[in-house]
């Protein structure tokens, strides 16, 4: 192996014929210098080679896939668990798993939907199911995420703010503590929040209230513990005040 200079690619790897970037195009000759090789290079060449021999990572490598965003259409059974079963107690049907009650996920349309659909869900209620609207605001921690049908698969973490879901004219918000976001490829979007509120139900002399409270505990706070506690309600205030008053 030998290495050469050029202006044009910089330092490229030469065959002692020729360039490997050359196999489609010649390029100028160019004077070889043969690299020696070292100690310290031999054995990680040969350590490379043993690993890649090993039984192990060839079955890795055999049993893995490509990443994909493409949901299968139907769930997939929990065969371990029925396996693990039968060989137990053969004359007894295995018990249900969760998978077993779930409903079968739309496949990706072919060509992108005029609408997303939006399931919005708390701990104890669900506020939005199987909805189809033009357009869902997300207050990401990484800032406002608009959803469109068609939105590339993605997870995103939730902040306190407002959740805007655009349905024609009509324009639906709620106030959110925290959550995730799941955007699906097939132009469905799960959203989960802790706590949420139609903005119109919010008092702002509440909200205005109880800002004032929380900065005076965190001005006043003497522990890590009551810092933090205050911090998180002065955090959601300022967010309930921005979303009440912009």
Known sequence: MSICSDPFLGWSL??????????SQSLRPCESRAIPETPSSAMFRRATAALLRQPVLASARASARALSTDLPAAPTADSAFVEAWRKVTPNIEPPKTPLSFMQPRPPTPSSIPTKITVNFVLPYSSELSQ??????????????????????????????????????????????????????????????????????RIDAGLVQKGLAEFTQKLSSASTDLE????????DAHSALNSALTG
Do not use: W
């Open 227 to 234: 810092k933090a506690e205050a911090q998180i309600g002065v």
């Open 131 to 200: 909805k189809e609207v033009d357009m869902v605001i997300i207050p990401a921690t990484t800032g406002q995420m608009g959803v469109l049908p068609g939105h590339v698969a993605s997870i995103a973490e939730l902040k306190p703010g407002v959740l805007s879901v655009h349905e024609g004219n009509d324009v639906t918000k709620y106030f959110i503590s925290s959550g995730f976001a799941f955007i699906h490829g097939n132009s469905y979007a799960d959203i989960i929040a802790v706590e949420a509120v139609p903005l119109d």
């Open 14 to 23: 030469l065959s002692p014929q020729r360039s490997i970037f050359s196999t």
